[in-house]
């Protein structure tokens, strides 16, 4: 199989910085040379800060993609699935390129951040940054802890990423959602805790999940960890984070997965509730604003998009000073 981008399945970090952009009409040549020069970029800057534990993941919207890559395609790959139940809602928006830097120091994603931004320069325009970290001992603002049935060791890249049996050609690449989470903290702060973990369907202190004849049936815990028909449990792996200031907080959810029918029968399950109309009460107190579909190709694939004539344009903006004067 072909080489993963490391920080799909790597261990959380303390701080993350997400890049959003939309490329400009005519770039996608540059574009692409750009792109396969980030991992080394990645790699320059882990070397030089390794206490930092730096990581980086570079993925490919999914309504962008016949574009940048027109001769094939991840067989699975489509938009970002929006739904909308009552008041439960889940926008779907138009994202080109997707950038996740993350290590243990915000000074140094905020120096990857620059090199990246400057790589990519006048072709794209940046639609959005969010930064996040880590809340206390990996806790959402809400106070419960998150990611708990996230998958454990081999587990994770058995979850995460396409296989030469799913896709040979995108071997190594995984299947990526993102959503922007607001939280309305100030209603959530006003019910009991009690009532809270009802919500959450586990224990807010010591992390304990609800028994299944203990937890709601509109709990969250409930509504996104679900099986198959086969019994088996549907798994994705998340990297999301907090973020927020005084003004907004929230939750930048990140998944990734070897199919991207997981996540949306997730996102079903959560919006749409059961047969019954139970679903997911978590939605009464944050709401996604945002919600984006991407493909994070293998090492192999980023690598093999120079060209030497893109390559030309590119060392010609002195792309060795911008990468190296840190």
């Not at 973990?197 to 992390?207: A, C, L, M």
């Amino acid at each position: 199989m072909a080489r993963e981008q490391f920080g799909i399945c790597a261990e959380p970090n303390l701080h993350g910085t997400y890049l959003l952009f939309n490329v400009l009409d005519d770039k996608t040549p540059y574009i692409r040379e750009a792109l396969s020069r980030l991992p080394a970029l990645f790699e320059m800057y882990a070397d030089r800060f390794s206490e930092a534990n730096l990581i980086g993941v570079v993925a490919i919207g999914a309504n962008y993609w016949d574009e940048f890559h027109p001769d094939t395609r991840p067989k699975l790959l489509e938009s970002f699935p929006a739904m909308e139940c009552e008041d439960r809602i889940a926008p779907s928006n138009n994202i080109d390129l997707y950038i996740e830097i993350r290590s243990d120091r915000q000074d140094t994603n905020h120096i990857v951040s620059t090199k990246v931004c400057d790589l990519l320069s006048s072709s794209v325009e940046l639609i959005e940054q969010v930064q996040s970290f880590r809340f206390l001992d990996g806790r959402d603002l809400t106070g419960f802890v998150d990611g708990t049935e996230n998958p454990k060791g081999q587990q994770r890249r058995k979850v995460a990423l396409v296989t030469d049996e799913l896709d040979k050609e995108f071997s190594g690449g995984s299947y990526l959602h993102i959503q922007r989470y607001k939280h309305n903290l100030t209603l959530w702060n006003t019910i009991e805790q009690k009532k809270q973990e009802d919500v959450f369907g586990r224990s807010k202190i010591d992390n304990i999940e609800y028994s299944n004849e203990e937890k709601p049936l509109t709990a969250h815990t409930k509504r996104a960890n679900i099986k198959d028909k086969q019994g088996n449990s549907i798994e994705i792996l998340r990297q999301s984070m907090p973020y927020g200031n005084m003004k907004v907080q929230g939750l930048f959810f990140v998944s990734y997965c070897n199919t991207p029918e997981s996540f949306e029968v997730l996102l079903d399950s959560m919006i749409f509730g059961d047969d019954q109309g139970n679903f997911d009460h978590m939605l009464k107190y944050t709401q996604a604003e945002t919600g984006a579909a991407f493909f994070a190709p293998s090492l192999n694939f980023l690598a093999a998009l120079s060209n030497k004539s893109n390559a030309a344009e590119i060392d010609g903006l002195g792309i060795e000073e911008i990468t190296l004067d840190f």
